[in-house]
């Protein structure tokens, strides 16, 4: 039995008053389906083995280089985090696992660290390095670069950070480092564009000759920021440059706010499986940049789409496709509970409404170059209301048919803003 922040007592009343409207409601879809020649239950079946981890990080509020806004009862630690973590995956259960990020949830007991996430029923996902802040009494400074910095004792201690990382990752059970680095310029003319490229690799191959066997490494590419000039790591072309120098178990990590405006993330998706690169993917939302809005609450056309290329390379796979899926937002003003849960609903709507895409029917359009024929098979299943089926898939798995309201009637932050101490003003991470 598991430790239960909310009350499951509070859990199934509140479902109660829900299971009539939501049998009528799946019943419906049920039958529109079998129209359709689709079984609704073997979808929910693949819906509620679907999951998505959450990042450590994202528990607290975020901010912007501007403010941040702490909310009462927030997260100040990583065991306050794992708290939250499991509020999260109770009343949604969809996100069973945790990406931590080091040094923000360094403890000194490991083991003890993996058995209190075991208590919730949760387990660790990627672990995240961080050389893009200082941190208080470090030797060498990152504000020119880590992995791809021009002194070599700088990358010596981005390299040390990295590996102790996975020392990390090993003792809570996970299996993957990703590597984000903020390096490159911020004025033409700083660094020589092709050399710190070759710094990066060389750097990068030193942490990658430490992973376990087991283990994989994940490049996340960013076209911007923190350096407003050139990125070391910029695009995807650049990450898969490197993850195919690096080796077999080195793969790339696609962050959905990590491009420029309207690129077209669905074929760079397409493209890295073709590689056999495609390690995982940082979901959020953005209309100008890299905003880290929650998921699918600006373009959830784009997820589909995102999704749709996801359920074809699972339905036709190219050698390795096990790719890792994480959240990754910044919850600047509401409550980072909510925004998670209302991100893994989007997210996982999105996986079903791509499970409805009629794969032979679309093939076949797109042979006979039938274009309205292939672009209405897609259509038809992202119009498809898939409501009723998550709410079902949560439900028969203990969690919430109406999760916010559930959430809400737990008055779990207002317990939790009399019990954690209160977090300070400043700036948050971005
Ligand atoms: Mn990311």
Redesign the pocket.
Known sequence: MHNTPISPELIAESNLCEADALEEDYGALKARLARRGIDADRVLEKVKRWTVAVPSWGAGRGGTRFAKFPLAGEPTNIHEKLEDCAVINQLGRTTPRVSPHFPWDCVDDYAGLRDEAESYGLGFDAVNSNTFQDQPGQAKTYATGSLSSTVEATRRQAVEHNIECIEIGRKIGARALTV?VGDGTNLPGQQDLGRSFERYLDAAAQVYAALPDDWSMML?H?MFEPAFYSSVISDWGSSLMAAQELGEKCRC?V?L??HAPNVNIEQIVARLHRAGKLGGF?F?DSKYGDDDLDSGSINPHQLFLVFNELAEAEANPRGHFDPAY?I?QSHNVTDPIESMLSSAEAIAGCYARALLVDREALHEAQEDNDVMLAFRTLRTAYETDVGPLLARARAEQGGAIDWLRTYRDSRYRERKAQERKAVGLGAGIV
């Open positions: 984000w996340e960013k990590l962050d706010g990590h940082h959020n994480m990754d």
